[in-house]
């Protein structure tokens, strides 16, 4: 009876709704801008009209939907259902969202963290279906971590674990929006890679022509700019010192980098899987794979979907 | 019926033996030194026998016994019961141990890396009683690591998880003997403690009057010595770090430090907890307990005794 699920991933840009079905596969998908601007209340009532619309597009009735995942910017606790202040959505204030949007709805609603949720969604039906543990890096803005141990997300005592963004790599390095220095993050984001080139220009007296996008890295990048290629190697070296930590700590069977920063392709790839190698334990990177997420934009709504179905499984009904 | 356990720690140097009930409690313990230069024979025929004198010591009978838990220095496969090349040990290149003393005792026979059993041990009975989650780390010789969640060793794709000794804390720093640089293990070791005491030493041009032992540096300590303290101290920073990284990981609910390093007592926790709280995310850290074990030497045979309880409900029977 119950053979669908809606989703949804929000975002401080964009919210994306989903009508799934329980093998996963996204029967309707809508993608709006979150106007985070406009408050708590207005995204609120907007994130409900998406799941109306996303019903009615996709030709499916609420009293078949067992129930809605949600993925939403940490931190959370998942547990409860509660927002508490992500960095870049402003009065969300300790917001029982779960409460609120399954008034709203009438079917039970699951919270987990935006990382998390793609870390699912990789698992499930992406680059990590088949294996029993990995870890997922979301290279974007900032980094954003998720670890699925035997199918599960490790939310760890207090819902933060995964922060993998956030791991020291440079004792006293940059400075990070979290107040610590040198973390993960800084080096392997996208803005950290902007900064480690213009740091080379710089020190190259070199004046750029054009603002410096991660896209425009790209294009230098495979034009044979060598300059662009060391800033590229030493993020891959950067983030490869991160996941040899993971290996050691973790020894997951694989880790999936998502984000923009991944369609520096090889360039950045191949130094990153050449520090993982130098320093993991040989047990460690024995059969480790490093790849690259499949879902695109999808994992987040997928990952939810998922969130969805174990939490429902294990007990919580509506 | 089969209601008392036998368990045994393999270190290079001692070995310890316990006979315990199901609550974990050691009716008898024996302790004898390895030998381990007499090669592989050799110790499994004393191990054996020390079962033998451990179970008459004890007044039980093996009939009583539901199996044998045995910690074992890594790498093994736990699931296949095979010893790889421990480092301290000469001679063991692919050992299947249980097989061979599940021949030798007629019981149900579990490995557990060493370190992974002080963590379970300590969980079980110890420090951890109570708690969900925690990772272990001991700080003698090396640096071991044990990661315990839900109750369980998380041990990863092939065994090696919990390697937090072969964390990357500084990316060109000293040489590990794993091969990499800038271990942790390097650093919160008892002899990377000790490196830093010379380090500072020679700096100040100051002959030690006697060798630099980790039991004279916590009388130095303790009698004020400013040097030695800050040796103390800056290795409590990078434990910190750390164990900062694994907090932002992990989130678990309890660090468990132990081994010799410990009894440098605050002049090490104060500085430790104090980069712990610097570096990690609010949410690891509140609530986050960072103790000193509390089981000692036997922490290893008890959670080898947890280990074979775990496996042996789990499905494998004698």
Known sequence: MHSLILSADVGGTNMRTALLNVKGEVLKGLKRPSMAHKGREALIKRLVQMFQDTLREGGADIRKIRGIGVGFPGPLDTERGIVFNPPNL???????????????????????????????????????????????????????GGVVLEGRVWHGA???????????????????????????????SASGIITTMKGLLERHHIKPKEAITLERMG???????????????????????????????????????????????????????????????????????????????????????????????QGRNG
């Open 90 to 144: 402003k009065g969300w204030e300790e917001v029982h969202l779960r409460d609120i949007l399954e008034q709203e709805m009438g079917r039970p609603v699951v919270l987990e963290n935006d990382a998390n949720a793609a870390a699912l969604g990789e698992y499930w039906k992406g680059a990590g279906k088949g294996t029993r543990s990995l870890v997922c890096l979301t290279l974007g803005t900032g980094v954003g």
């Open 158 to 188: 207090k819902g933060i674990a995964g922060e993998i963004g956030h791991m020291t790599l440079v004792k006293n390095g940059r400075r990070c929006g979290c107040g610590n220095r040198g973390c993960l993050e800084t080096y392997g």
């Open 219 to 313: 294009k230098w990048a495979r034009a044979g700019d060598s300059l662009t290629r060391r800033a590229i190697r030493e993020t891959g070296v950067n983030l490869g010192v991160g996941i040899a930590n993971v290996a050691n700590l973790l020894n997951p069977e694989m880790i999936v980098l998502s984000g923009g920063v991944t369609n520096l392709g090889g360039y950045l790839f191949g130094p990153l899987r050449e520090e993982v190698k130098k320093r993991a334990l040989p047990k460690a990177v024995e059969g480790l794979k490093i790849v690259r997420a499949e879902l695109g934009d999808n994992a987040g709504v997928i990952g939810a979907a998922r969130a969805l179905l174990l939490t429902v499984a």
